[in-house]
């Protein structure tokens, strides 16, 4: 469904950063993928060249078999509009419209009825448990309602592909496990393939597999094999693993 190619990204500068060097990945139908690593390993990078918001300086992005950088300005952006979701860390509602009218919002800029936005976000709220909100703004509800907002936006037109970052970052716990059982419930009921960006093993353990990314290659990924505490568990080795793997200390070992 997803296929990132020797995918490289080097930000130009007065000193060029080599950030992915040579990312490979091949993600089905359906998966809900983790990305982790440490802050500045290049997660956000990857998901922003899979998000097609910022292009790569090599390889290739191909979703359903399609190149979308290869696309012009137009083509490019109806592609987005139309495959993609997006859900960030910060929410990124607008707060001068009520929860209803940011959830709509995407089905504004492709002509759809008033009469079918409202039905198709009463049944979609009902599902994410937002319902009794819909008329409020987004200054006057919680954290975790904010993100429930977020994602039902995102998945309004549904996209074959929701991609997320940090999606749980500003959350407290209770409302991460809420987010994070809205976004399985998504993947689960609707075969939505996701990627999300991390560093929250707790939010991690919902996904089918996840990949840890250092220095901008590939370092590790493990496989959720049904149970999600064995599965945190060996998140947190892996997290431990990876910080305890630093070439610099190798020199003073004997
Ligand atoms: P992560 O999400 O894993 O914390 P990022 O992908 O945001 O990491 O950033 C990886 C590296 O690339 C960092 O060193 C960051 O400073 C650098 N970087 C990110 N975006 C840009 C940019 N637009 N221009 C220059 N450098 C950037
Ligand atoms: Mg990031």
Redesign the pocket.
């Known amino acids: 469904m997803l296929k990132v190619n020797k995918l490289v990204?080097t930000?130009e500068?007065k000193v060029a950063?080599p950030?992915?060097k040579g990312i490979n990945l091949a993600v089905r139908q359906g998966e809900f993928v983790g990305v982790m690593?440490?802050?500045?390993?290049?997660?956000?990078?990857?998901?922003?060249m899979v998000a097609t918001i910022?292009s790569p300086s090599s390889g290739e992005v191909i979703i359903n078999g399609m190149n979308p950088h290869t696309l012009k300005k137009d083509k490019l952006a109806s592609f987005r509009r139309r495959e993609l979701g997006f859900v960030f860390q910060s929410f990124n509602l607008l707060n001068t419209l009520t929860v209803e009218e940011n959830i709509v919002l995407p089905l504004t800029l492709e002509g759809v009825s008033v009469r079918k936005m409202r039905s198709d976000a009463r049944l979609l709220a009902d599902r994410l448990g937002i319902t009794p909100i819909l008329d409020k703004r987004s200054y006057e509800i919680s954290g975790g309602q904010m993100q429930r907002t977020a994602i039902a936006r995102a998945i309004i037109h549904r996209p074959k592909l929701l991609l997320a970052?940090?999606p749980t970052g500003n959350l407290d716990s209770k409302s991460s496990k809420d987010v994070m059982e809205t976004l399985e419930n998504i993947n689960k009921s609707d075969g939505t393939t996701m990627m999300m960006?991390t560093h929250d093993a707790f939010a991690a353990s919902y996904c089918d597999r996840v990949i840890f990314?250092k220095d901008?290659e590939l370092y590790h990924e493990i496989f959720n094999t049904g149970n999600r505490q064995v599965f945190f568990q060996q998140i947190m080795d892996a997290l431990s693993m990876m910080s305890a793997d630093h070439s610099e200390f190798s020199t003073v070992r004997v």
Do not use: A, C, Q
Request: aromatic fraction near 4%; hydrophobic fraction near 25%.
């Open positions: 990204k930000y500068g950063t950030v992915l690593g440490p802050s500045g390993s290049g997660k956000t990078t990857l998901l922003n910022d970052d940090e960006v990314i901008g």
